[in-house]
């Protein structure tokens, strides 16, 4: 029986120490060659939806315009249309993708994701109502939006709480809150004014037509500051994935860590939600794919926002050129997404799942 | 590895919403020593070995580890002298042994700082004292019930504490099981000096199993001591309202609960 741990004093490598060290490298290698494989994905999805549409431009076309030469026509269909939705499709992505992952990991429930407990839905509530009653710019909308998650967050949270928060319980409560901010959502589109079909998608399913670079910038913004604050707090997020009691005793702070975590993933979420609307089940998906792929080398954070990103570049792919008609996004996302959806409700029927 | 450190209750009061689960309470957890708590359902075992790990917040008094306040020190700090096994702990979906043994060193690592050559150490280290080694690779969901356990408590040694509380760590295993895990918390007592507080529900186990045994009735403390001191009729009649006979048991000289239930009673020994 080998007890003795001290570290300074162990001189032969035992076979099961040569095991731990072997399997380990190889969860390491394993990570890193999916998120490698996963970037290179995003960027070639990211070329294509920029190489594709009504007229084709090839990569130096496409290189010309993006280092400031006027190249006719690509300069202004890819310029200014193309390069400011697919770099929104990627950013949105990834912000729906971090934020998802985040409270199904937290929550330990792949159903806990922030479009099914109603956070996306707040979000897109107070953005529609903030452009079509308030008429306020990107930034009023921005910070309107995520109000909007946060009150929401701490609504499903404080109403699902009795001697603790049961993951089922806060998703029932969830699913009844979206319904009512969707219907809220609706209730204002038709109240618009200048109500056009365009709006009404954006804001119920999520669409990145007219997207701009005004719209895009605060997205970017949010990544760069609220991502390397929820990254900050990664394995503290994966070792909730013990239960609570188990991770307080190895030493995580419960309350600062969903404190950080839940204001970075608000924040991520209702950033994009108020550039793209709540693009249908991206924050669902990514998570339990990511996990899927990387088969528990690690954390889910990085791997899902690139299955976020991957998603939607390839979603408004399909929406904008598999079909005579032009369909946003969300709801070739949210094709893809309702069967998932079911499957889980199934799944969860017969045993409790978790990600 | 040292004994040396204490860890106290001092008029500790616990509970839930407006539920007092703890009254008042003192304790001293001999340093060193295999200490079990024993009690009816819902007399706040579990609730005060939850307070002295940090987990819930005393009303009042105090949880001590070496005269310092546990609720006031650093997690990570408290996390790398005292260890705690939940009664039923979460294994994510799919993660192998090994990955979950390895979450045990997170008390050890700083926020960007790479996996060290001591935490692999650590790691199989806990595998080969739990006898889990070749286990290393398989996925935690298919193990047995005994299996499993096992590889909770590597995980708990991974975290290399001196102190190691586990909330009843044989329940849901069959009875050749729970001497297992018991035997491998006596060798990790004995090899490494560690001290354990545990939670049972079986008497029998932990009069055998335990240097110093605590009884707790409605909040209270009913008797600490050497199990042949704590366990006898009056202890088992006023912590569970049950009437019994306490022997010897001729295999380890330790107190053995008889139970006298309504039937099947033929002779009342001792």
Known sequence: MTLSVSSASSPAETPTLAAVTRSRVRRSRRRGLVIGILVALVVVAYGINLMVGETFYTLSEIGRVILGETVPGASFTVGELRLPRASLAALAGFCFGLGGVTFQTMLRNPLASPDVIGITSGASAAAAFAIVVLGLSETGVSVFAIGAGLGVAVIVYTLSFRDGVAGTRLILIGIGIAAMLDSATAYVLSQAAQWDLQQAQRWLTGSLNGATWDETGPVALALVVLGPLLLSQARNLFMLQLGDDTAAALGVRLERTRILVIVAAVGLLAFATAATGPIAFVAFLSGPIAARIIGGAGSLLVPAGLVGALLVLVADLIGQNAFDIRYPVGIVTGVLGAPYLVYLLIRTNRAGGSL | ?270
């Open chain 2, 1 to 270: 590895m040292t004994a040396t450190h204490s860890l106290s209750v001092e008029s500790l009061q616990l509970g839930y919403g407006d539920r007092t689960v703890i009254e008042s309470l003192d304790l001293l957890v001999p340093p060193g020593r295999i200490t079990t708590i024993v009690g009816a359902n819902a007399c706040g075992k579990s609730t005060l070995l939850r307070s002295m790990s940090r987990l819930l917040a005393p009303r009042a008094g105090h949880v001590l580890l070496d005269g310092r306040e546990v609720h006031r020190m650093p997690a990570k700090e408290l996390a790398r002298t005292l260890g705690l096994l939940p009664q039923s702990p979460i294994a994510p979906e799919g993660i192998t042994v090994a990955d979950l043994v390895g979450r045990g060193r997170n008390p050890h690592q700083r926020l960007l700082s790479r996996w060290s050559h001591a935490d692999d150490e650590a790691v199989a280290a806990a595998l080969d004292a739990t006898h889990t080694a070749d286990l290393a690779d398989r996925s935690v969901d298919e193990l047995s019930g005994g299996q499993r356990q096992r590889v909770w408590i590597a995980m708990a040694l991974a975290q290399q504490t001196d102190l190691l509380l586990l909330d009843e760590p044989t329940t849901f295993l069959d009875v050749s099981h729970q001497v297992e895990v018991l035997d491998l918390l006596t060798d990790l007592n004995q090899t490494r000096g560690t001290t354990i507080v545990m939670v049972l529900h079986d008497l029998n186990m932990a009069a055998r199993y335990t240097d110093h045994l605590i009884a707790l009735a409605d909040g209270k403390l009913y008797a600490a001591g050497e199990p042949a001191e704590v366990l006898t009729e009056d202890c088992v009649r006023a912590v569970f309202g049950l009437d019994s006979r306490v022997i010897t048991d001729p295999t380890s000289d330790k107190p053995l609960m008889l139970p006298l239930g309504r039937h099947h009673v033929t002779s009342t020994p001792g």
